[in-house]
Each structure stands twice: as structure tokens, then as C-alpha cells.
């Protein structure tokens, strides 16, 4: 009798904990379907007509990005292009009637500027170059018909300007490149007054008055430090320009271009660069100031731009809010929000009216409640350097001995920011906790911190990734056994380079168009990248002068150093990272033995653009990751019943 009064309490006990257990399961995430996170957006990319009567936003035509026009107030809906290939890259209204955007072919990046009139007539290729890339320098807002472009169709390695009728085509050169002018910048009015030249390692600013004058060069600096024009001031004689001349943060300055010397600063943080200014056309003053520590933030200049974003605020405080675009008068904006759990809403906001109107949610399939916090986060390195980045949690586990995916960003020169990451959401919601880490050369942090990544692909670049994952272990967070590297393009080699260099740190590995031969790589690069080729050698190690360093941090050189299943994806059309780096890297793991999953789309270049191809890469990476770190199902055995009901 006593033993079964026991066997009856030890079922109670089961059947409790059961229901804890499955309390915990409810509050977990509810699965969400892959295609949620990489499909087509209904409607994206919303700008607002010159005149305020229409805006244009891209939408899925047969799986690709196309440009429709929308009457403000009237649901009819103008297709201007129809696109079956690949997606639109970018646009934007040139006046009040015609709509210029660029577009590739296969990911090779030689973009191709087009016009349209809103009623969908005269479309037109206005570059129909063949491997040229085109730049837009200015859109010229006060020429109706006319915008200055750069075009390498001269010499492929530098870029011309030209001045561009966006109705008939007709160009005319504006200015001849000579080899050395790596951008240019127009004053107010439209003219080509500022030019900028890399030689080697300097860098300097060229100047003239007008456009009859020739240049001349009014500043000559190292390329680490300098001043970045960013526009003229309303008298079109100084600019507002991005400054580390003598410092190691950016700051806003005034600098008086014609005599090449800093008047006065505008703005500074003693954290991070600050690199961002706005202005306000119609009213010809400088509003705001943003940048980026954990996340954005914004300084105010102007009571009528900051009394703008506190109404804004007031009902969309919840949300980072940002003004994509503004009509030519100031008085009507396109607003869109976000999170870190959500990609928010587009709105329409009248300042006239003061009506703030929801134009569409970015992605009203994902439920925000069901996303994963994205939380800022800080390490120290080995040798004692402060790394920020981003932790996220699959939503609802317990942070403790987790499968974890560490995701060092591309660039390397960039930074990772606060904010909805489809990748990362993706995997939290497969139960994958995520590490974005800005390790040493990440971007916004200052020119000592920049400088300390020169020459260091591979080593301490590398060991404050391999920091990040100690941390992540040493805070019980990461179980041991079941870490996993992906990265893109520089995050890609950072894959191969974790993979070869620290093998016990990672249980596999996923390069997406990630560099393998350091050699080959600097082979071949794009013609447009040559004129930077010296100050690549510097940054990364010259070819010739820095051979074993570079052998060194070449993991393809280091196969045999790979001990874990490797999954490599890349574009074939690929101009940055060829597609080569690949081959070999495949090659080398396949003479060891190693298992490497290889997938190749013809049609792409540097990232996945078309749906298809996002969809299908994902997927295979979902499924290489659960098979190598994934929770591995528990099947009760009859002793462990048996032991949890005598307990």
C-alpha cells in the first residue's frame, strides 16, 4: 500500500513538473516560418514627390523589387517597371513628373541609371554603357531636368562627371578625371567645386571658385586622419565637414575650404565618431547631428526640427523614428520606424495639418511579441580594448549553456548597429543565442581603434572574436561544444580564419562570400578599387613586402588546420570577393577530406538578392546549423522515470 501511495505522489510530482515544463515551452517563441524573415516586403522604400502629391515605394512584381506611384489620398496604383530579373537597387524623384533609379545585371554592380516619367512613359536607360558603373554625384533638386553623374566608361578605374539630361539622354563630361580623383562635390547650386584625390597614401582636397577656374589643392594629408567635406554652407564659401585633423574622434567642424584650415567645431562626443549632419534646404539652416553609440542618438541645432521629432515621438515613441523623406516645401514626411523587434511602419505625417497617417507596416507577418531583445553589450579584449556589440537571446530560454552563433560583421571597416536583423531573429527563433561584436577596425570608434586593426586580419582582429566567444563561456551563456561562426564578406573570411586558426573555439562554420587568398584577392579586385590599392597594402599588407604575413592570414593556406564542417555559399557574378576565394577554399577542404557544403547561384554577386536565392541559402544554413549545434531531442528512458518518481 505504502509503495503505491508513493508511485501515486511520484506520478503528481511528474505531472507537475511536466506542466512547469510545458509553461516554460508556451512562453519560448512560437516557431516562425523561414520565408517570414527574407521575403519580398509587400511595400518598401516609400519617398514622398517634390510637390507632395504622390509618393513611389517598391513592391514584388513576379519576385522582384519594382517602383510603383501612388496618388497621396487615391488608391490607384501606376507600375513603372516591370523587372523580371533582378531587383531594383535604388531611386529616387528627380522632379515632380520622372524617376531615375539604378540597376545591375547578376550582382555585377556596373549599375545602370534609368528614367521614368509616373505614368510609366519614356523609360529609359540613360547609361547604357557596357561594364560601366554609374554614380550619382548630384541630383541637382533645383534642375528639373538635369542630375551630375560619374561614369568610369573612360577608364575604368576612375570616374569622370557629367552633366545628364534625364529627358533626352544627352551628357556632356564636365570635368576630365586624371587618374587621382577618387569623388566629387558641387556647391548649392549644382556646381562642381570640390574634388578629392588619394595619391598613394595622402589624401587631399581640391578647390576652385567657379567652374572656369582650375583646381587647386588647399589641404594634403596622411589617409589616416582628414577632413570630409559633407556640404557648403548657405553662402556656398566654407563647409560643414566631418573632421579628425589633430584628434582621434571625428568631430562637426566649419572649415574654410578656400585656405584649407578649420574655423570653428560645430559638434563633438568624446565616445564616438560623429560624422552626421543634417540641414534644412528651404530654410538654409543645419538642424541635427546623429551617431551611434549603443544606438542612434541626435543632438538638435534647430527648435523647429526638434519640436518635428517630439511630435513624432509622442505617438510613435515606442519605436526609433526616422524621416526618409520630405517634400521640397518642408511640410509633408515619410517616417519610418523600427526596433530591434520589429521592422516598424512607414507613416505619412502633414506638418500643416499635423495628421499622422500609417501608410503600411514593413512586415505585418512578424509579431514583435515573438521577436528575440537585441541587447548592447561590452567585452574586453585580451590586451585590454573595450568591444561593444550585440547579444541576442532566444526569447523565453534561460541564457545558460546555449547553442550559440557568433557573427562577426563584413567590412571590415563598418560597424554593427542596434536594430531588426533578419538573419539574427532567425536564428533566435530557431533557439540559437547570437554575438555581433565591433572588434578593433570597426568603424565609429576613432582613429586609434581603426588603426589598431592595420595588418591584423587573422590575429587580433581574430582574437576579439575568439574573446567574444571565451566571454560568452565564461558567462555560462555558450555551451562549449555547440558554438558555430557565419559571417559575410570580411565576416566570411573571419569564418575561415576562426575556423583554421582557433579550431576548438567552433563546432563548424558558414562563409557567405568570404575572402580565403589575401593574394588573390588583391588580384581581383574591381578596376574602381586600384587607385586604393596602396592603402589596402598598408591596411592589409602589401603582396610583395608583407608575403609571410599575408600567407599567414590566408586561411586557405591552412586547410588542413580545419577539423569541423564547413558550409561556403557565394555569387558567381561576385566583383568584391570573387568567386575564386571560394573554389580554392572548397578545393583545399575537399583534398583534407573535410565535409564542405558548396552552394553557387549564377545569378548573384556579393549577397543573395533575388527571393529565391535568399530563401534557399537560408534554409541550407538553418539546416547545416541545427545538424552541427542544434538541440539534439531527449528521449526518456525507462530508468530516468523510474528515478524521477523515487525521487
Known amino acids: 500500500m505504502k509503495q503505491i501511495s508513493l508511485l501515486i505522489i511520484g506520478l503528481v510530482i511528474i505531472t507537475f513538473f511536466s506542466s512547469c515544463n510545458q509553461t516554460k515551452k508556451e512562453m519560448r517563441a512560437t516557431k516562425v516560418p523561414l520565408k517570414d524573415f527574407f521575403r519580398n516586403p509587400e511595400k518598401s522604400s516609400f519617398k514622398i514627390s517634390p510637390d507632395g502629391k504622390y509618393y513611389a515605394f517598391k513592391a514584388p512584381y513576379e519576385k522582384r523589387m519594382n517602383i510603383f506611384v501612388q496618388e497621396i489620398g487615391k488608391d490607384s496604383v501606376i507600375q513603372l517597371t516591370k523587372d523580371t530579373t533582378r531587383d531594383i537597387s535604388g531611386y529616387f524623384w528627380a522632379n515632380n513628373d520622372r524617376i531615375l533609379y539604378l540597376k545591375d545585371t547578376g550582382g555585377n554592380e556596373n549599375y545602370k541609371l534609368y528614367g521614368v516619367n509616373i505614368d510609366g512613359s519614356n523609360l529609359i536607360c540613360l547609361t547604357d554603357f557596357e561594364g560601366v558603373r554609374t554614380q550619382i554625384i548630384d541630383d541637382l533638386e533645383d ?27 544627352e551628357m556632356k563630361m564636365i570635368a576630365e578625371n586624371p587618374g587621382n580623383i577618387m569623388g566629387w562635390m558641387t556647391d548649392h547650386a549644382g556646381k562642381l567645386r570640390v574634388a578629392f584625390v588619394l595619391n598613394g597614401l595622402e589624401t587631399s582636397i581640391l578647390y576652385r571658385d567657379t567652374e572656369d577656374q582650375d583646381f587647386k589643392v588647399v589641404l594634403t594629408t596622411d589617409y589616416k586622419e582628414g577632413v570630409n567635406p559633407m556640404f557648403f554652407d548657405f553662402d556656398n564659401k566654407n563647409v560643414y565637414a566631418s573632421s579628425n585633423l589633430g584628434r582621434d574622434k571625428k568631430e562637426i567642424v566649419l572649415f574654410d575650404i578656400a585656405n584649407g584650415k578649420e574655423i570653428k567645431t560645430i559638434y563633438k562626443n568624446d565616445e564616438v565618431d560623429v560624422s552626421s549632419l ?73 506638418k500643416n495639418t499635423d495628421k499622422l497617417e500609417k501608410i503600411i507596416d514593413a512586415a505585418p507577418w512578424i509579431d514583435e511579441n515573438n521577436m528575440a531583445v537585441e541587447k548592447p553589450i561590452e567585452y574586453k579584449s585580451r590586451d585590454g580594448l573595450t568591444i561593444h556589440g550585440y547579444l541576442t537571446l532566444p526569447k523565453g530560454v534561460e541564457a545558460k549553456n ?59 582582429m581574430q582574437d576579439d572574436i575568439s574573446d567574444g566567444v571565451q566571454w560568452l563561456i565564461d558567462e555560462g551563456i555558450a555551451d562549449p561544444k555547440r558554438v558555430a561562426i557565419y559571417g559575410a564578406s570580411y565576416g566570411g573570411y573571419a ?59 590566408s586561411p586557405v593556406f591552412h586547410a588542413d588546420k580545419i577539423v569541423v564542417p564547413l558550409f561556403i555559399a557565394q555569387g558567381a557574378n561576385d566583383p568584391r570577393v570573387n568567386k575564386n576565394e571560394s573554389d580554392q577554399m572548397v578545393a583545399a577542404m575537399k583534398a583534407r577530406g573535410i565535409t564542405v557544403e558548396y552552394m553557387v547561384k549564377d545569378n548573384e554577386g556579393h549577397g543573395f538578392r533575388n527571393e529565391e536565392n535568399r530563401m534557399d541559402f537560408y534554409r541550407a544554413m538553418g539546416d547545416f546549423l541545427d545538424q552541427h549545434i542544434g538541440d539534439k531531442p531527449k528521449v526518456e528512458t525507462d530508468t530516468e522515470v523510474k528515478n524521477e518518481i523515487e525521487k
Open 402 to 460: 546555449l547553442p550559440v552563433v557568433i557573427n562577426p560583421h563584413g567590412g571590415p571597416w563598418h560597424r554593427d548597429s542596434w536594430g531588426f536583423n533578419s538573419e539574427v531573429q532567425y536564428l533566435a527563433n530557431k533557439g540559437y543565442a547570437v554575438l555581433q561584436m565591433n572588434f578593433r577596425g570597426s568603424t565609429g570608434y576613432g582613429r586609434k581603434f581603426l588603426e589598431s586593426s592595420y595588418k591584423q586580419w587573422g590575429l587580433t
Open 495 to 553: 569564418t575561415l580564419a576562426g575556423l583554421a586558426f582557433t579550431p576548438e573555439l567552433y563546432a563548424c562554420g558558414v562563409d557567405y562570400v568570404g575572402v580565403a587568398n589575401l593574394f588573390t584577392f588583391m588580384k581581383s579586385i574591381p578596376p574602381y578599387w586600384k587607385p586604393m590599392l596602396e592603402m589596402m597594402y598598408n591596411q592589409v599588407g602589401d603582396p610583395v613586402k608583407d608575403s609571410a604575413l599575408l600567407a599567414a592570414a
Open 143 to 169: 534642375i528639373p531636368d538635369e542630375v551630375i553623374i560619374g561614369l568610369n566608361k573612360r577608364n575604368p578605374q576612375i570616374f569622370d562627371p557629367y552633366r545628364l539630361n534625364i529627358v533626352t539622354g
Open 278 to 350: 543634417s540641414y534644412s534646404k528651404k530654410r538654409k539652416v543645419v538642424t541635427a547631428v546623429s551617431y551611434t553609440t549603443d544606438k542612434r542618438h541626435r543632438h538638435f541645432f534647430d527648435k523647429e526640427t526638434e519640436d518635428l521629432f517630439t511630435r513624432l515621438k509622442k505617438d510613435l515613441g515606442q519605436y526609433e523614428v526616422v524621416i526618409t523623406s520630405e517634400t521640397k516645401n518642408e511640410d509633408k514626411f515619410i517616417v519610418r520606424t523600427y526596433s530591434d523587434r520589429s521592422l516598424g511602419a512607414y507613416y505619412l505625417y502633414d
